[in-house]
């Protein structure tokens, strides 16, 4: 793709702030109705079974489909699969707000996850199509700083809604604001055709996933994704193990989130200028995000305040530039297939997080499990050693 002009930056941005949206959308939705499914759920006298089923169709849905819908993007284009994806999220959303049967949650809450997976590697891809190589960074940044603010903004919104009008009417926000981004998507971003693709068999694929261009920066975002995880599901539990208030806790989760959401811009920007590489960058935000996970082990506020700011801080350098990453790592023709599949990377760091705190700490501690993680991370170091095969990329002036 040919170097913009500084005349062509406005138009590329007004092109890519529709696509920051779909990354806001996708990351309220997830988490502004999996903060509110507890209540709802002992409001109508559910098991905790039912509440751990409607918090899994979600992510589910995205670990089985959006490896699909990225390798669908590369063959008929990512913009039908954004728009297509939006309208779908529109459409879950607005099926359990119309109707207001509990029955439907079930339906709805799988439709936003499935709709979810078509347009969150869509839009990724579109972020890396349309802008040049030397500005991955700093676009991938502003995309990441985007999804940041949705994962912040939707338990806070969200419990407002739902304080205001029951699931309802958050469900009905969800719906007008996947709408709202379709309709602005579809007027502002250009239609990007399909590259020629030459034929690829199931061994070229798994050959291809398998070097490490792929595997060093997936692995680095799965990583950050756990951390990011556990930091927002167990810091408040070891804070409350500390006799710290709710005010207190949250404070702390606020803190990781904005830590994270302010480096990201700032991280992509370094990349692009020169001051900072992908490998140099990914492998210090891992440092960073496991002294962040051992943290903890000291006592009370002197253990969880820098334990929000590491971990924030590290995921905030490794998302950005793990995303660049994969943009000029693999085939352009097959863009979708690489971030579908990065994002399914991204989900099982998501759930295998918390989950491996949650197994180590019930048969130690809490400050063991988060010590079993901050481990792994660390070893995440030698797995992205500069020796090895790396996109270690330079701006091109």
Sequence with gaps: MPPTTS??????????????AAGFTTAFGAHGVAANLGRFTLAHHESLLVLGGLLALYDGAEV?????????ADRVGARPVLLGGLVAFAAASALFALAGDTALLWAARLGQGAAASAFSPA???????????????????????????????????GSALVALGGLQLLFITTAALAAVVAVWAALAVPTVPPLPRARQTVIDLARRLGQGGFLKPTTSLALATAALAVGVGFLPVAGAAAHLGLLATGAVVSLLAACAAFVQPRAGAALDTGRITTAAGIRTGLALTAAGLAAPMLPGPTGLLPAAVLIGTGTGLITPLGF????????????????GAAELGRELGDAG?????????AATTLT??????????????????PAAPWTDRRPSH
């Design 368 to 385: 063991g499990g988060l010590a079993a993680l901050a481990a792994l991370t660390a070893a995440g170091l030698l797995t992205t050693r």
């Design 64 to 72: 089985l489909l959006k490896p699909a819908f990225g390798t669908l």
């Design 7 to 20: 005349h062509d930056r406005p138009r590329g941005r007004a092109r890519a702030w529709p696509l920051y």
């Design 353 to 361: 997080g918390p989950l491996l705190v949650a197994v180590v700490a």
């Design 123 to 157: 839009a990724s891809t579109l972020v890396a199509r349309l802008n040049p190589s030397a500005r991955h960074g700093r676009a991938f940044g502003s995309y990441g700083f985007c999804k940041s603010l949705g994962y912040t903004a939707g338990p806070l919104l």
């Design 324 to 339: 660049a990453a994969l943009a000029g790592a693999g085939p352009p023709e097959r863009l979708g297939q690489t971030m």
